[in-house]
């Protein structure tokens, strides 16, 4: 109808409605242009996404399995005594187990030749679990007991193909000859690969050790770190921007004060770092390495990201609801605490979430307040001692792997990288559950 | 929701607060990351062996090891500073400003120098120091004449090296091990060369010639690494004409990736790095804080560890991980059992 009108008045109409013009297919192709552009970006952020994810996964995987050697032996108390009474007590567990490897490799008629130093070359550090055994379970001394102990990080990686023969250069860490009783060993189910429970639950090991190193503890450090984060910046930084957002005069004051907010967002994370070092551990003499400081310092870092975050989703919601609620007797802060702060909070956590993922991930501001470097206290005695005893990060942790020098390690911070995405997308859920509690529509 | 978490934030600040005075039970490292390696096995030892609490070691460099132990007595500082050099002059007297006046030293073992490239690269195969000066010295001599370095290929001054590309790898400055390959490896080449003496007879003093002898160029063909072995390898990975400045032990942990060369005709081995025989070795040393022996737990049993000759001597951990056993480890021994400090010996 409307098109009849437009043309009564001018010329004849020469082109039929169902034709399209020219400026109509240009405006349409420009359309579909638009539309490809969109869906090849899309594409290509899903391309980088499973690279990304499969080169991860791919290069992590192998943290999680490990080989290892089955031996049954009976230890003698005895044996333990004469362990006990040196200095380097592990070194005398370890000796125990290639013996008696050595014996049953022998019993069982092994074809190929070798000598204990080979055995010794194959396995990992085993002492300090065999002793850890036996202290905890004194009653098992003097009885057979089967242990599965890791194998030598070399022997893991020859078995996942990632090492060949022929790359391997006879040195006092493997020799080629070696291979072959490995070979041997693999043949008659004494070596095996199982899954690695202490990646997932032990601690740092020294750069000799890659079979025994876990990101266990450096997950509970990181735990703690969050919480005293979580403590710290949700109520200051909620308090804070309502106080800015709802009840602060606008003067040149407030306003000074909201400019420096948006700029500490974008200070570098190192900075804070070394204000936590002069602050809390030469100011206010809190030990050095600890959660509760790191926490500290990484709150610094996540509260302009909560405030500002905050006070966005504060302006979201309808003056409609304030002035509804003063219109019928709310007080100012009745009406912020009972009707605007709850409409807010899907947006406040999606805020805290965020930065919150941001500490998590943040290593430059622990180097300088001592959670980079080697920290194996293990697991800490309770809440307390979580938050005071040294212990890493698990960004930290992962730093740390990456610049040892056994190719293991490598595997290992891609393995960390797998658990720390993993402790992400926990707190991501746990965030969405808690927003969709929250949400109200009006 | 607000109020409740304002109470338990007080609560746990409250109970944190409380507890954080209690006494810190852990030996504190810091300093050298060419030490960490070593320290940190013996740290994962000491923590299983001992019924001591594992020390915790950080890195950071020889230099900023060394300050934060010189930052003053106390819980809160370090107790153990690693360092791939000897203390200067100058940071003991740091030390002293600040009250650090009793310094026990205590040398570990030796380290070598070596120098390596991709397994598949051109045929590095023997170096002598005055090769690596010609190739990245800022001056050089070519034909009698102290000339900006023109050289872009090995071959260009010395035939019998390959027609490749140069591309060193070396420690940046803020590396102990930068130390030792200056005084080893530029200055042995800048003396071996000629170019030291034609830089004196142009009128230089003797040390500014030294400190022209270390100036390396900086068109890029000489970069410096700040990082640890592990961002050289991941350059030499990356150029097979590259040659990189790596640890021993690093070295012999990626036999399968990388090719060493020898120095002088010598090829880096434990034997004969202990031995003298190859050029570019320096021991490596920790520091300790008298002060702090009886206040903080185990701090005289961790270096007593350390040096014991299970863990340090010539069949130990250490020693299989490629550090080059001290001869005089029993000396070393006798001076920590009876805290000898620094200067009171002499």
Aim: with cysteine; glycine share 8%; proline share 5%.
């Amino acid at each position: 109808m409307t098109n009849a009108s437009l043309n009564t008045g001018g010329e004849a109409p020469k082109r039929s409605l169902r034709a399209q013009d020219a400026l109509t297919k240009r405006r349409n192709a420009a359309e579909r242009r638009f539309k490809a552009y969109g869906m090849a970006a899309i594409a290509v952020g899903l391309f980088f996404l499973a690279v990304l994810a499969v080169s991860i996964v791919r290069s992590g995987a192998p943290a999680f399995t490990r080989t290892v050697v089955e031996v049954e032996l009976t230890v003698s108390p005895a044996d333990i005594d004469a362990a006990e009474s040196q200095l380097f007590k592990t070194k005398a567990y370890q000796d125990l187990f290639v013996a008696a490897l050595d014996r049953q490799l022998t019993n069982n008629g092994v074809e190929v030749a070798f000598d204990p130093k080979a055995i010794e070359r194959l396995l990992g550090k085993v002492g300090s679990t065999m002793r850890e055994f036996y202290q905890a379970n004194p009653a098992k001394v003097g009885k057979p007991v089967k242990f599965e102990l890791a194998a030598a990080s070399r022997v893991d990686r020859y078995l996942n193909g990632e090492l060949t023969r022929d790359a391997i250069q006879d040195s006092r860490f493997m020799m080629k000859t070696d291979l072959d009783l490995v070979d041997v060993m693999v043949d008659t189910g004494v070596m095996k690969s199982s899954f690695n429970w202490t990646f997932i639950t032990g601690a740092d090991s020294g750069v000799d050790n890659p079979g025994g190193a876990g990101i266990g503890a450096s997950v509970v450090g990181s735990f703690f770190m969050m919480l005293v984060v979580l403590v710290l910046s949700l109520p200051i930084g909620v308090a804070a921007s309502i106080y800015l957002e709802e009840f602060a005069p606008q003067n040149r004051f407030t306003d000074l004060i909201e400019v420096n907010i948006s700029n500490l967002a974008a200070v570098p994370s190192i900075v804070f770092g070394i204000l936590g070092l002069a602050v809390f551990i030469q100011f206010m003499h809190l030990p050095q390495s600890a959660p509760l400081v790191g926490g500290l310092v990484l709150t610094l870092m996540t509260l302009p990201t909560i405030i500002i975050s905050t006070r966005a989703s504060l302006k979201a919601v309808p003056p409609s609801i304030r002035d509804a609620a003063l219109g019928v007797g709310a007080s100012k802060m009745q009406s912020v605490f009972h009707h605007v702060l709850p409409l807010a909070m899907p947006g406040i956590l999606t805020g805290t979430i965020i930065g919150l993922a941001q500490a998590l991930g943040e290593t430059a501001p622990l180097l300088l307040i001592g959670m980079v470097g080697f920290v194996a206290r293990g697991y800490p005695d309770g809440v307390v001692s979580g938050f005071v005893d040294p212990n890493s990060a698990m960004p930290a942790q992962i730093y740390t792997w990456a610049a040892r020098a056994d190719a293991s390690f490598y595997e290992k911070a891609w393995g960390g990288i797998i658990v720390l995405l993993a402790f992400l997308l926990t707190m991501n859920i746990i965030a969405i559950i808690l927003r969709r509690r929250f949400e109200r529509r009006w | 929701m607000s109020y409740t978490k304002l109470t338990v934030s007080a609560l746990a600040l409250a109970a944190v607060s409380a507890t954080s005075a209690a006494a810190r039970d852990n030996v504190q490292v810091a300093g050298s990351s060419t030490v960490l390696p070593y320290a940190s096995i013996v740290a994962e030892l000491f923590g299983e062996n001992t019924d001591f609490p594992t020390p915790v070691v950080e890195s950071g460099g020889s230099s900023a090891g060394l300050k934060r132990f010189c930052e003053g007595v106390g819980e809160n500082t370090i107790d153990v500073a690693n360092a791939s050099r000897a203390i200067r002059e100058k940071e003991i007297k740091a030390c002293a400003d600040n009250g650090v006046t009793d310094i026990i030293q205590v040398r570990i073992g030796y380290d070598g120098i070596v120098f390596a490239s991709q397994q598949s690269g051109p045929a590095y195969d023997a170096f002598v120091p005055s090769d690596i000066f010609n190739a990245i010295g800022a001056t050089v001599l070519v034909d009698g004449e102290l000339v900006d370095n023109p050289h872009q290929q090995w071959a260009d001054f010395n035939s019998d090296l390959p027609a490749a590309d140069i591309a060193m790898f070396i420690p940046g400055t803020k590396h102990g091990t930068r130390e030792v390959f200056e005084d080893k490896v530029l200055l042995k080449g800048c003396e071996a060369t000629g170019t030291m003496e034609a830089m004196m007879d142009s009128g230089m003093s003797e040390d500014d010639a030294e400190d022209a002898c270390l100036d390396v160029r900086t068109d890029g063909a000489s970069v410096d690494i700040d990082g640890d072995y592990t961002e050289t390898l991941a350059r030499i990975d990356a150029n097979p004409n590259g040659i990189g400045v790596f640890g021993l032990a690093f070295y012999e942990n990626n036999t399968d990736k990388l090719k060493v060369t020898t120095m002088g005709g010598v090829s880096p081995s434990t034997e004969t790095i202990a031995s003298g025989e190859y050029p570019v070795s320096r021991p490596l040393y920790f520091y300790i804080k008298k002060a702090h022996i009886g206040v903080i737990p185990g701090l005289k049993e961790y270096a007593q560890f350390f040096t014991a000759d299970e863990i340090a001597g010539p069949s130990g951990p250490l020693a299989n991980y490629g550090l080059v056993a001290d001869p005089e480890l029993a000396k070393t021994q006798e001076m920590i059992a009876n805290e000898v400090t620094m200067g009171s010996d002499s």
